[in-house]
T-cell receptor
Framework: GQQLNQSPQSMFIQEGEDVSMNCTSS?????WLWYKQEPGEGPVLLIA?????ELTSNGRLTAQFGITRKDSFLNISASIPSDVGIYFC????????????FGTGTRLKVLA | NAGVTQTPKFQVLKTGQSMTLQCAQD?????MYWYRQDPGMGLRLIYY???????DKGEVPNGYNVSRLNKREFSLRLESAAPSQTSVYFC???????????FGPGTRLTVT
């Protein structure tokens, strides 16, 4: 079946640093969603992307829909301790449907 | 607005026991979903309900049944629990297009 490769799997960063993570696949996607999940909680939607090349920001978070439609990127600028959590992507396989494939997540740990 | 709520938050079952996980949303969404989350894997869809009165199997439906009780509520039933069903279960809902999915806080189920 289709797979989403998310990298890095985990990362430690210093407070104030910028963070980059990405999702790649051999499949083409129509929509990309980025979520954050904190321990013991459900995923929270951060950013949604709908068109190839689209760049969207939500505060210190910026995500991009790759031009090939096979990848997406999430950047966090000036990280703070509350950024700790697992970030994962979801790609919509078929336009206009509920069918999403979810990545396995990037675990972010911030060192104060 | 509470968004998506799930009960219970934690549950321990013995092999062969049955239980129902409850989910409700107050966002007036038509579509609702049940996912399971296992270590090292992305969220996997168990069942989906496009609208009240309809349900469809997802990627991993074996051992589960669902009921879309009304527009707000979507329940997941384990008739005879097995250790392989130990997981965290998430309910989600979305409106049609662009199918951005909003998740509940999860139910952590252990089957011994």
């Amino acid at each position: 079946g289709q797979q989403l490769n998310q990298s890095p799997q985990s990362m430690f960063i210093q407070e104030g640093e910028d963070v980059s993570m990405n999702c790649t696949s051999s499949s083409i996607f129509n929509t990309w969603l980025w979520y954050k999940q904190e321990p013991g909680e459900g995923p929270v939607l951060l950013i949604a992307l709908y068109k190839a090349g689209e760049l969207t920001s939500n505060g210190r978070l910026t995500a991009q829909f790759g031009i090939t439609r096979k990848d997406s990127f999430l950047n966090i600028s000036a990280s703070i301790p509350s950024d700790v959590g697992i970030y994962f992507c979801a790609g919509q396989l078929i336009s206009g449907t509920y069918k999403y494939i979810f990545g396995t997540g990037t675990r972010l740990k911030v060192l104060a | 607005n509470a968004g998506v709520t799930q009960t219970p938050k934690f549950q321990v079952l013995k092999t062969g026991q049955s239980m129902t996980l409850q989910c409700a949303q107050d966002m007036n969404h038509n579509s609702m979903y049940w996912y399971r989350q296992d270590p090292g894997m992305g969220l996997r869809l168990i069942y989906y309900s496009a609208s009240e009165g309809t349900t469809d199997k997802g990627e991993v439906p074996n051992g589960y049944n669902v009921s879309r009780l009304n527009k707000r509520e979507f329940s997941l039933r384990l008739e005879s629990a097995a250790p392989s069903q130990t997981s965290v279960y998430f309910c989600a809902s979305s409106e049609a297009h662009p199918y951005e999915q909003y998740f509940g806080p999860g139910t952590r189920l252990t089957v011994t």
